[in-house]
Every structure is written in structure tokens, then in C-alpha cells.
T-cell receptor
Framework: DQQVKQNSPSLSVQEGRISILNCDYT??????FLWYKKYPAEGPTFLIS?????DKNEDGRFTVFLNKSAKHLSLHIVPSQPGDSAVYFC????????????FGKGITLSVRP | EAEVAQSPRYKITEKSQAVAFWCDPI?????LYWYRQILGQGPELLVQ????????DSQLPKDRFSAERLKGVDSTLKIQPAELGDSAMYLC???????????????FGNGTRLTVT
């Protein structure tokens, strides 16, 4: 049973427009959420995170929104750039002493010039 | 910026052979993880170390996979014998560990792409 779900496998947007990547989770013990970006033949790179005590976290062009009641989070990229084209993974963990990250399947974002 | 080092980058092996992957985490990072990523899927945890101790290996196929981190620094993941279904990207990650706060992102290496023929 997937605890972190990224139901859309791909997204294509025009350069300069907003990209919205969605993620849902089922485990109510999750309280820390992250987005990773992955280029081919490279490891995932940390992008942005949010704790469950917040509903929004912003870092430059990237903003993550968390809706705890809906168990839903989203990543907004504004404006989108061709270099943002990559696979984006949503991940979550709890606050246990040996907490681990549980990843979704990823979304392939393509930003068209 | 410090990086997680992994080798080799690519490995092709025949089924039933043994294969080993090496990881050197960021200096000072107490927690080390091995993840496996199958194409089209997200990374899945195989084993987690806190210093030299295994704290989670519930998803490690222990009949053929083994992992060690003898001195609490670098780590080796071994598969023997390799099977066709083991073809995947094997990712190593590290984090400062719970003493530095539970919520800290994992830093990943570039992985080892394994192909079993």
C-alpha cells in the first residue's frame, strides 16, 4: 500500500508559467514533507521541505503548501524554467528516532521553451 | 558543498554473480541509508544505519543482500547471487542523525546503476 502518492506521472508547462505538482499521503503519523528533484543519471537533490506545524514554505521560485486535513501537499514553481525539467519526488517522514523517508513514484516535469 | 560518494557508477553483471557497491557519506553524518530505485518508481529503503548499527533492514532481502558499516563511516552493500530483478539504481544517502534534530533532509549520492543480464 503506497503511503505517498503522486498520481500524475507527468506534467508539461510553458516556460514562464506556473508548475503545480501534487502529492497525497495516507499515513497520519507523517509530519515532515520534502520535495526532491532528480536529473537522469544523478541522485535526488533536496529542493524544499515543510513541517506539519506550517501550511506554507517558500524558497525563491519554489513554494510548498501543506493541507493536513486533506493529507495533501503541492509544490508550486513560479516562473517555470527549462532547467526545471526533471523528475520530482514527494517524500514524507515521521518524527521517530529512526525516521526514514517514504517516497512517491515521482512526476516528470517538462518545461517547454 | 560536501557530497555523498558512491562507486562504481555503473555495473553490469551476469545473474548468479556477486556484486558490491560502496558508499562514503558526508563527513560527520551519523545516519546512512541504502535505497533502491526501480525505473518509474520512487526510491525504496533497503537498510538504515545509525553509526555502525542497523536500525532498519525490514525491506532488505536478507537471503541475498547484505550491508555493513563496520567503523560507522563508509558502507558496502552486497548482492549474492544477483538476479535479473535486481536491475535498478542503488542510492546511498546520509543525514546528520537524530542528535542534530529529527527533521533534516537526506543527501543522496549519484547512485550505482546495476544491470543484471
Amino acid at each position: 500500500d503506497q503511503q505517498v502518492k503522486q498520481n500524475s506521472p507527468s506534467l508539461s508547462v510553458q516556460e514562464g508559467r506556473i508548475s503545480i505538482l501534487n502529492c497525497d499521503y495516507t499515513n497520519s503519523m507523517f509530519d515532515y514533507f520534502l520535495w526532491y528533484k532528480k536529473y537522469p543519471a544523478e541522485g535526488p537533490t533536496f529542493l524544499i521541505s515543510i513541517s506539519s506545524i506550517k501550511d506554507k514554505n517558500e524558497d525563491g521560485r519554489f513554494t510548498v503548501f501543506l493541507n493536513k486535513s486533506a493529507k495533501h501537499l503541492s509544490l508550486h514553481i513560479v516562473p517555470s524554467q527549462p532547467g526545471d525539467s526533471a523528475v520530482y519526488f514527494c517524500a514524507a517522514s515521521d518524527s521517530g528516532a529512526n525516521s526514514k523517508l517514504t517516497f512517491g513514484k515521482g512526476i516528470t516535469l517538462s518545461v517547454r521553451p | 558543498e560536501a557530497e555523498v560518494a558512491q562507486s562504481p557508477r555503473y555495473k553490469i553483471t551476469e545473474k548468479s554473480q556477486a556484486v558490491a557497491f560502496w558508499c562514503d557519506p558526508i563527513s560527520g553524518h551519523a545516519t546512512l541509508y541504502w535505497y533502491r530505485q526501480i525505473l518509474g518508481q520512487g526510491p525504496e529503503l533497503l537498510v538504515q544505519f545509525q553509526d555502525e548499527s542497523v536500525v532498519d533492514d525490514s525491506q532488505l532481502p536478507k537471503d541475498r543482500f547484505s550491508a555493513e558499516r563496520l567503523k560507522g563511516v563508509d558502507s558496502t552493500l552486497k548482492i549474492q547471487p544477483a538476479e535479473l530483478g535486481d536491475s535498478a539504481m542503488y542510492l546511498c544517502a546520509s543525514s546528520p542523525g537524530p542528535s542534530k534534530g529529527y527533521n533534516s533532509p537526506l543527501h543522496f549520492g549519484n547512485g550505482t546503476r546495476l544491470t543484471v543480464t
